[in-house]
C-alpha cells in the first residue's frame, strides 16, 4: 500500500514542525541560561516525541527535562526544578499546572503548545535510577540512535493506526501501547507492516529483547519488552491484556481488509440517540444506570478508581445471582461519572441455596444445623444445605443498599470515591447518558474493524 496520503495527513507540516523547534528551543535556551546566572548545576534536554521527530500532526506536546547531578539532595531538585518552571512560565506568559510523578512538575501552555517542565537526575544507565522519570532522557538517546530516519514515518503510521483503533496511550484510562514501546516495536521489526505481520503471531507473553539481556524471565506481563536502558524493567508493563489483544485482532483485520485507508482516520459515525435506544430495547436487556459527583484529582488516578468500583459491583451483584452481562464506566473528567449496567436477570425469587459444609465433616455439620434448625437442613450433592429468604430479590435495591455510609464497605471502592459516592449517588434514565458511550458499549469491536 501506498502511505504517501496518509503520512501528508498524519506528519507535522513544515510550519509546525519549525514553530514547536523555535519555542522548545526558545524554553530550553532560557531555563539554562537560569540555571547558569543562578549557579544551578543542571543540563536542559529536549526529550518525547519531538525530540525524537515521531510527533504526529497536532500532537507536538514539548518535553523538556532539567537534568540534576545524580548527589543533588531530591528537596533541592524539587524546589529548584519547580522554581525553575515558574521562571519559564513568568517569561513566556504560561499558566503553571502543577502535576506528581516521582516529583512535582510543572505544565504549561507557551506558544500554542503544550510544554512540560520536569526535573529529574542525569543517569547514564539503569543502574543508576533514582526516580521513574530519569530514565525518559535516556530512552531519548536510544531511540535517537537506533531509529534510523526513513523508520520516523514507519512510527508516524504505527502510532496513528493504533490510535484509531483505540490501543494507542499508557494512561490508565486507555491500557494501551506507549509512544517509547511503539519506537521499539519499529526499531525491532522494521516497519508498519512488519509490526502487524509479526503481532498476528504473537502470544502472551512474547518478549522483545532489543539488547540481548535475558531478563524477560523475571516478567509475567501480557507483552514483555526489555527497555534497552534498563535490563529490569518491561516497556510494555501498563499495556493491558485486552488493549494487546485489540492490536492483535486489529492487524490481522487490517492485513485482509479491503479499505486499509480507512484504519488511520476516525469513524464515520452519524449517532441518532432514538436508534441507540431502540437497539438497547431489542436485547431486551435490563439497563440500570446511574450517577455521581467525582472529586478532583489527577486522572491516572481518577480511572483506576473508577474502573476498581464498577468491577468491584459488577461481581457482587454476579455474587448475589444478579446476572450482568455487561458493566462499564463513563466520565467527563470534570464533574460527572456514570456506571452503566447491562443486566441478563436483575429481578430474581425470594429464596436462595445456602451451603453449608460436606456431610462427612460431622462437628461442622452439627454446627450448621444447630445453626439453621436441623428440620431446615437438607442435602444437595454431599453439601449440608438449606434454603433461605433472600435479602435483596431486586439489584436496584442492593445497588442503593451498598452505596450509603453504613454498607459500602461490602464492595471495594475507590479510596477517593467512597463519600462523593454516598453523597451524590442516583440513579438516572437511559436517555441521559452520553450517546457516544451509548455507541460504544453497543459496538465494543467497531474501532477494530473498517
Not at 532560557?30 to 543562578?38: R, S, T
Not at 444437595?380 to 434454603?387: A, I, P
Amino acid at each position: 500500500m501506498d502511505y504517501k496520503a496518509i503520512l501528508d495527513d498524519i506528519k507535522p507540516t513544515a510550519e509546525e514542525k519549525q514553530h514547536v523547534d523555535r519555542v522548545s528551543l526558545d524554553i530550553m535556551n532560557f531555563l539554562q541560561k537560569a540555571c547558569d546566572a543562578n549557579g544551578i548545576d543542571a543540563k536542559v534536554a529536549l526529550v518525547g516525541s519531538v525530540a525524537k521527530n515521531t510527533a504526529l500532526k497536532g500532537k507536538s506536546d514539548i518535553d523538556i527535562f532539567i537534568a540534576f547531578p545524580l548527589g543533588t539532595d531530591k528537596k533541592y531538585l524539587k524546589e529548584k526544578g519547580l522554581e525553575l518552571a515558574h521562571l519559564c512560565c513568568d517569561e513566556f506568559g504560561g499558566d503553571a499546572q502543577h502535576h506528581f510523578a516521582s516529583h512535582p512538575y510543572v505544565t504549561a501552555e507557551i506558544g500554542n503548545c503544550e510544554v512540560d517542565i520536569v526535573p529529574c537526575y542525569a543517569i547514564e544507565d539503569g543502574s543508576q535510577l533514582k526516580s521513574a522519570v530519569d530514565r525518559t532522557i535516556l530512552h531519548t538517546r536510544y531511540v535517537k540512535e537506533n531509529l534510523k530516519e526513513s523508520q520516523e514515518d514507519e512510527v508516524l503510521l504505527l502510532k496513528r493506526f493504533m490510535a484509531m483503533t483505540g490501543t494507542y496511550g499508557s494512561e490508565f484510562k486507555v491500557g494501551g501501547f506507549a509512544g517509547y514501546l511503539c519506537e521499539l516495536l519499529i526499531i525491532n521489526y522494521g516497519d508498519f507492516e512488519g509490526t502487524l505481520k509479526s503481532a498476528i503471531n504473537w502470544k502472551f507473553g512474547h518478549t522483545i529483547d532489543l539488547e540481548g539481556y535475558g531478563t524477560a524471565g523475571n516478567f509475567k506481563d501480557p507483552l514483555i519488552v526489555i527497555d534497552p536502558t534498563d535490563k529490569n524493567r518491561n516497556v510494555g508493563a501498563a499495556l493491558r491484556l485486552d488493549k494487546m489483544a485489540e492490536f492483535i485482532q486489529s492487524a490481522r483485520n487490517y492485513i485482509f481488509s479491503d479499505n486499509k485507508k480507512d484504519y488511520f482516520y476516525p469513524l464515520k459515525r452519524d449517532l441518532n440517540k432514538d436508534d441507540i435506544l431502540n437497539e438497547f430495547k431489542q436485547r431486551g436487556s435490563d439497563l440500570i444506570a446511574f450517577r455521581f459527583d467525582i472529586p478532583e484529582m489527577p486522572l491516572d488516578t481518577l480511572h483506576p478508581q473508577l474502573r476498581k468500583t464498577c468491577e468491584a459491583l459488577e461481581r457482587k451483584l454476579n455474587s448475589e445471582e444478579f446476572n450482568v452481562f455487561k458493566a462499564d464506566y463513563w466520565s467527563d473528567e470534570v464533574e460527572n461519572c456514570i456506571i452503566l449496567l447491562e443486566m441478563t436477570t436483575s429481578k430474581i425469587n425470594n429464596v436462595k441455596v445456602n451451603v453449608g459444609p460436606k456431610v462427612f465433616i460431622t462437628q461442622a455439620c452439627e454446627n450448621f444445623a444447630a445453626k439453621y434448625g436441623r428440620q431446615n437442613c437438607y442435602v444437595q450433592g454431599d453439601f449440608l444445605v438449606h434454603t433461605q429468604e433472600r435479602e435483596f430479590n431486586d439489584a436496584r435495591e442492593l445497588i442503593s443498599h451498598i452505596f450509603t455510609r453504613e454498607h459500602i464497605g461490602l464492595i471495594k471502592v475507590g479510596k477517593n470515591l467512597k463519600n462523593i459516592l454516598i453523597n451524590t449517588f442516583e440513579f438516572i434514565d437511559i436517555e441521559e447518558v452520553d450517546v457516544e458511550f451509548l455507541d460504544d458499549f453497543l459496538n465494543p469491536g467497531q474501532y477494530i474493524v473498517r
